[in-house]
């Protein structure tokens, strides 16, 4: 009985939990309502952004005369496709898609492989003048593309490639933000990942090709996303590179429909029917890769 009752005497009270403070409410329901009008905002800047390309698929199902009338519907109240049926049929739009399907294709393809060369020797092979090289990489990168127009005009004039397929993909087959990118990418893969391959005796193209290169995926689809995007809304160069309707690209074609030179009266849903069309490869691209652009997670080497 006595050791009972001293284990009674000596046991502590047990509290009852302190009931949460105004302050923790008022706080609670403060970062409520800012998160609230975050995703307001967020919503609001996602439907401005969104808007203009929502108009212009709807115009595009548009009669002339609804267009013309009521531009910025999202409802068309005659559902017409006579645009998109005047554009492959009565048009060179096929021509136009096809020839820009052909030099992004290149264009792609050749870019993501040289920019990683170029980026891989920038960033392991050590040699002189690859600081003036680099800079001079840098530098291109901080000059308008406008004020080459003229001399790549002269340029391929004279070396004989102007008013060709040569002439519209072999000057887009380097590009200087890309060779910056994949330096960098390469730079922060550790070099002790070749040390094994270099043993067994494979040459430096080998270990770029076989080794180095699949690490940089995340820089390649990103190269290969920029590249595509770039190449394919490519419109000054064409302009330069290029006289002859048969080598009309798509973006110098929608230019020429947008500014009236092949039709005549406003004609909004033609000319948004090209540009909605225009406009899926680059967005079905995104949406596809868009998770994996420059997830430096990958390719990491565990210690």
Known sequence: MTDTTLARATTPPVEPAPAPSRRRRRFTLRSAAGQV????????????????????????????QEA????????????????????????????????????????????????????????????RGRGFVFAMVVGVMAVPAVVLLIPKFLVLNQI???????????????????????????????????????????????????????????????????SFQGSWNELSHFIVATQSPELTTLTKGVASLASGQLSQGTQYPLKLAAAAIMTIPVAVLFFIFQKRIMNTSEGAVKG
């Open 68 to 127: 013309a009338s009521n531009p910025i519907s999202l409802l068309p109240q005659t559902f017409s496709i006579a645009a998109y049926e005047r554009l492959f049929l009565n048009s060179d739009f096929p021509l136009w898609f096809a020839n820009s399907a052909v030099v992004t294709i290149l264009v792609t393809l050749g870019r993501v492989f040289f920019v990683s060369l170029a980026g891989y020797a920038l960033a392991r092979l050590h040699f």
């Open 160 to 226: 004989g490639i102007y008013d060709s397929y040569t002439g519209m993909v072999l000057p887009l087959l380097v590009d200087a933000a890309g060779v910056f990118i994949m330096k960098n990418f390469f730079e922060s893969i550790p070099a002790s990942v070749e040390e094994q391959a270099r043993i067994d005796g494979a040459g430096t193209f080998r270990v770029f090709w076989s080794i180095v290169l699949p690490m940089a995926r995340p820089a390649l689809v990103t190269i290969i996303i920029l």
């Open 37 to 64: 009008l975050l995703y307001a905002m967020i919503v609001l800047l996602a439907v401005v952004y969104i808007y203009p390309f929502l108009v212009q698929v709807a115009t595009s199902f548009k009669t002339e």
